[in-house]
């Protein structure tokens, strides 16, 4: 008898929450039927009623009205949303958000508004918006009223002002509403002043520009406030530019540290000029290009892990190709680096033919996981995750290298054949050995270096050309074959360029970095920090 009482009690409170749906669609549907009937006076007391519904799936469809894409469907008179889809429209029912069908504009009778109406709808959506339990949409809402400085909307703004719990969408709202304050003539100068006080406080250049625009039109005190309050921001902005400059070539530093910090190695330990450094690097994107391909058609769950997967793969990769050039050609061109510089330079060209005639000369996509996607602010600093996550990869390669150089025996072995080869190879270190793996360690991260770079840049086969030359100039400035080196060297460079580029553009720029780099060359042909060994005799 339990079982079935509680059985009877639950299909009750069932029927009842769908005779409720069934109340909601029906209030819904009579709203919109009003909005899509009469003239344009009682269109407007439609608007409003919809939006006193506080129902959110009232927004499409003022949104819709707005932008001239509500109907009324002349078969058989039903609200529709049309969107353009080849000679046709898209239907979708405005009520049930169903599909429709399609049909030709003849076929349709436009709900037509004025530009009355479209501020009638902006604040309806707005008021709509500003109670939705979404927390985003509210947060969204806010910034936009902030940004649109709508009167109308300003009682809706006081209602949801009064709900509101979350402090953030609080803070929002309320300079929403000073920034309505201060674009009412009726407000008082009291009112304003504390408005001005409230959006100083926000400090990005949207309020930079309503407080710029209130100093030009007004006068007296609340004048010389916004006067103050827009130099007080500028000057704060200018601070926040420069350290987002900073932050731009931290991120500049940490992509030519990576690119670089193989050839330190091959370079500064074997003193082989390889210019085919930059086709390893591309080697590694493509390796994540096909990694991702494979994901794509077999394993679609498993994109947020492709980079993941492609980093050892292009380590291994670009790393045999590695050894397999040092053992066929780089070993017997040892002590002639005019020879290894043409030499590897005309297999650079080999090895960019090869690529265009296994995947083509155009771009490939390499897509984002979702890790990586998006920004986030750090107050008016603008971060991306996709490089925030870069110059934390390049300083885990750097550190995991240096890790390997000091505690491991080819680690050992590397620095002893860096110091002095032939008291290495007297005390039975197989130097030749020592080479292969150099040159293939080297490689290996400039394999490390494309999965980076295809987050950032166009994987083609010209990709490692872009960043050679400047991986020597970090190397040689740096100093050669060390790797502290070409960290300061990487992140000095990178800085430099993005400080330089709004004043002088980006390829003047770089021709002044490569001026000052010959300079101090001449003054310090070791560069910043110089390694004993013979890679510097």
Not at 52 to 60: I, L
Not at 96 to 114: F, H, I, M, Q, T
Not at 124 to 148: E, I, Q, Y
Not at 386 to 409: D, M, Q, Y
């Amino acid at each position: 008898m339990l079982f079935l009482r509680s059985v009877s009690v639950l299909l009750s409170v069932l029927a009842s929450l769908a005779l409720a749906g069934a109340a909601l669609a029906a209030d819904l549907a009579t709203l919109v039927g009003n909005l899509t009937s009469g003239g344009l006076s009682e269109r407007e007391g439609a608007i409003t009623a919809l939006a006193a519904s506080g129902d959110e799936r009232a927004v499409p469809i003022l949104e819709a009205l707005g932008a001239g894409q509500l109907y009324i469907r002349n078969s058989d008179k039903l609200a529709v949303i049309g969107t353009v889809d080849g000679n046709k429209l898209a239907l979708t029912e405005a009520v049930s958000g169903k599909p429709a069908g399609s049909a030709d504009e003849a076929d349709l009778e436009r709900v037509r508004v004025n530009n009355r109406l479209r501020g009638t709808i902006e604040a309806a959506v707005g008021s709509l918006t500003l109670m939705s339990p979404n927390s985003r949409t509210r947060l969204s809402a806010a910034d936009a009223l902030f940004k649109r400085r709508d009167a109308t909307a300003l009682a809706a703004l006081d209602q949801a002002l009064t709900v509101e719990k979350d402090p953030r969408i609080k803070r929002a709202m309320s300079e929403a509403r000073a920034a309505i304050v201060l674009a009412t003539a009726e407000s008082s100068p009291a009112q304003k002043l504390a408005a001005i006080a409230l959006v100083r406080e926000r400090g990005d250049r949207d309020s930079l520009g309503i407080l710029k625009t209130v100093a030009a039109a007004s006068d007296g005190e609340v004048k010389t406030a916004a006067a103050a309050a827009a130099e007080s921001i500028e000057q704060s902005l200018a601070a926040w530019q420069m350290a987002q400059n900073v932050w731009y070539g931290i991120s500049l530093g940490s992509v030519l540290l990576l690119a670089a910090i193989g050839l330190a190695i091959t370079f500064g330990t074997m003193g082989v000029i390889n210019m085919a450094h930059g086709e390893m690097v591309m080697l590694g994107a493509y390796t994540t290009f096909v990694v991702q391909e494979v994901i794509r058609t077999s394993a679609p769950h498993l994109f947020d892990v492709s980079l993941v997967i492609a980093l050892p793969l292009a380590f291994l990769v670009s790393g045999a190709i590695g050894i397999l050039i040092e053992r066929t050609i780089i070993r017997f061109l040892y002590g002639r680096p005019l020879d290894t510089l043409l030499a590897t330079w005309g297999l650079s060209l080999v090895l960019q033919q090869a690529v265009r005639s296994i995947f083509g000369s155009s771009n490939r996509e390499v897509g984002a996981p979702s890790w990586m996607s998006g920004a986030f602010q750090l107050g008016q600093l603008n971060i991306t995750y996709g490089r925030l996550w870069i110059v934390v990869f390049a300083l885990i390669v750097f550190a995991s290298l240096i890790l390997l150089l000091r505690k491991t025996p080819l680690g050992l072995y590397m620095r002893a054949v860096t110091q002095n080869r032939p008291m290495a190879s007297a005390v039975g270190i197989r130097t030749p050995r020592v080479d292969a793996l150099t040159f293939g360690l080297g490689s290996g991260i400039a394999g490390l270096a494309g999965v980076a770079l295809s987050q950032i840049d166009n994987v083609s086969p010209n990709l490692g050309q872009g960043y050679i030359i400047d991986s020597f100039m970090v190397v040689v400035f740096g100093g050669v074959g060390n790797l502290f080196g070409t960290l300061i060297g990487a992140l000095t460079l990178g800085v430099v360029n993005k400080f330089l580029e709004p004043y002088a553009g980006a390829v003047l720029g770089k021709i002044l970095v490569l001026v000052f780099i010959i300079l101090f060359i001449q003054r310090r042909p070791r560069g910043l920090f110089a390694l004993k060994g013979r890679s510097v005799e």
